[in-house]
C-alpha cells in the first residue's frame, strides 16, 4: 500500500488539474451568462465616480459583482492601476488565514507565516495581486496586506511592528495619514477590514471590549527568511453574529451607507455594472470614531439602532 505521503504526491497534480478544468468551466459559464465588462470600462467608471491619477486607493472588492471581464481578475486590477497612473498606490488585502478566523489560526500548532510562501485565501483578486510584478507585501500572519506604487513600501513595510492589527503602523493607519481613499467596488458596506482600526487605536475607549484578552505571539519569516514574531489579538466571536458584515445585518449596512452619503463622505458610483463607492481614509476615520463616541458602532444591534437619534 502507497505511503501517504507518496499518495499525496499522486493526488496533489490531479487536484490541480481538477481545479483548472474547474476554473476554465466556470469563466466559460460567466462568459455566456453574465454581462460582458472591459477594461476602459472599468478605468471610465472609476474616473467617473472621482478616482483619478496619483490617488491611493485601498481596494475592498467582489470580482463576480463585474460580470465577465476578459482577461480576468488581473485585467480588474490592471484597470485599477491604470485609472490611478500616474503616481497612484494601489493597496489590496492579501489576508491568509489557513485557520478560517483570526482565533483559529492563532491556535494553529506549528503554523508560521511566510510571505514568500503563502499566498491569500481571499479569492482570485488578491491572487492575482500577489503575481504583479513590482509589489510590497506586509509580514502578518492574518492580515497580511499588499500595495504597487511609490507609497507600496510606507503602507505595509511596517505592519509586523504595529502592536495590532489594524492599530498605528498598520496599513490601515497609514492610509489615513495618507488620505487614501477605500473603494468598495461592488460591495455593500459590510466586509471592510477599514472598520476595526478604529477599534485598535480607541482601544479602551471604544465602546465594546470586541478583541479577545489574549494577545498570541505568532511566528513568522521575514523576507530574508529571518525568524520574527508578531503580536495577534483576535476579535471576540461572541460579538460576529450582530457585525455589520453578518448576513442578517443588511439594516446596519444601508444605514452606514445612507448616513455617510448624506454627510457627503461617501462618494457613490457605478462600474461596469457594479454599483460601487469610494470614502477618504482619514474622513472615513474621523465619522467612525465620532460616531462609537455616540454609541453606533458595527456591532450596534438592530434594537440600539431603533433608539440612536437621526
Known sequence: MAAPDLKERIKAPLRRLLNAWRARRRSAE???????????????GLRAMG????????????????????????????????????????VVPTYYLPGGTIYATCQMQGYVFDPREHGSNLGALP?????MPGIRRSIHPTHSVSALGPL???????????????????????????????????????PVTFYHLVED?????????????????MPCKDWQGRDITVPVRPLDPAFQGQRIDHKSRADLRQHFYDRYLKAGILHPGQ??????????????????????????????????????PA
Do not use: N
Open 201 to 217: 487605536l480607541m482601544d479602551q475607549r471604544f465602546p465594546l471590549p470586541v478583541r479577545m484578552r489574549e494577545t498570541f505571539q
Open 30 to 44: 460567466l462568459k455566456a451568462e453574465q454581462p460582458h465588462t472591459s477594461k476602459a470600462e472599468i478605468v471610465a
Open 51 to 90: 478616482i483619478v491619477p496619483g490617488d491611493t486607493v485601498m481596494l475592498h472588492s467582489s470580482l463576480k459583482s463585474l460580470g465577465y471581464v476578459e482577461g480576468g481578475p488581473t485585467a480588474v486590477l490592471e484597470a485599477i492601476h491604470e485609472a490611478i497612473s500616474p503616481g497612484g498606490t494601489l
Open 271 to 308: 462600474v461596469g455594472p457594479a454599483r460601487s463607492w469610494w470614502i477618504r481614509a482619514d474622513e472615513f476615520y474621523r465619522h467612525l470614531e465620532q460616531d462609537a463616541q455616540r454609541g453606533l458602532t458595527i456591532y450596534t444591534t438592530a434594537e440600539e439602532l431603533s433608539r440612536l
Open 152 to 190: 507600496a513600501e510606507d503602507i505595509v513595510g511596517q505592519h509586523h511592528l504595529a502592536a495590532s492589527v489594524c492599530g498605528r503602523l498598520s496599513p490601515w493607519e497609514r492610509c489615513v495619514h495618507h488620505k487614501a481613499k477605500i473603494l468598495g467596488l461592488g460591495i455593500s458596506m459590510g
Open 127 to 131: 491572487a492575482a495581486f500577489l503575481k
